[in-house]
């Protein structure tokens, strides 16, 4: 397991994403890769991760991606290898916005001491 072509994107409020591809421990040749998000609220991190973005809809796999982000609104661009094309690569287009997977900072409680 190990990640491959990492990039870090800056969102809104200071956030960072690590878009990358990960591996998943175990399957067949031709199953393992995937497109992997982590994020932190700063460069340094810690990260936090949350797992591979896209499951495939057959076997197959996805990875190297390259993200884009205007507003609240990431497009996902990455490479595809489904069973039903020979495994050959295919591109994908995703479209997501920000906020599915950056829940809100915790709100502290304005009665509570610090």
């Not at 990640?3 to 690590?18: A, C």
């Not at 998943?24 to 936090?48: E, H, K, N, W």
Request: overall charge neutral; some cysteine.
């Amino acid at each position: 397991m190990g990640l491959e072509g990492p990039q870090l994107v800056e969102l809104e409020g200071g956030k960072v994403l690590l878009n990358a591809t990960c591996f998943l421990p175990d399957g067949p040749r031709g199953s393992r890769q995937r497109v992997f998000f982590a994020i932190a609220d700063a460069l340094t991190g810690p990260y936090r991760s949350l797992g591979p973005v896209i499951d495939p809809p057959e076997p197959g796999e996805n990875g190297h991606s390259t993200v884009m982000v205007q507003g609240n609104e990431l497009t996902l661009f990455y490479q595809s290898r489904l069973a039903t094309t020979g495994h050959r690569w295919r591109y994908g287009l995703l479209r997501m916005l920000i906020d599915a997977f950056t829940p809100p900072a915790p709100q502290r409680d304005r009665f509570r001491a610090p």
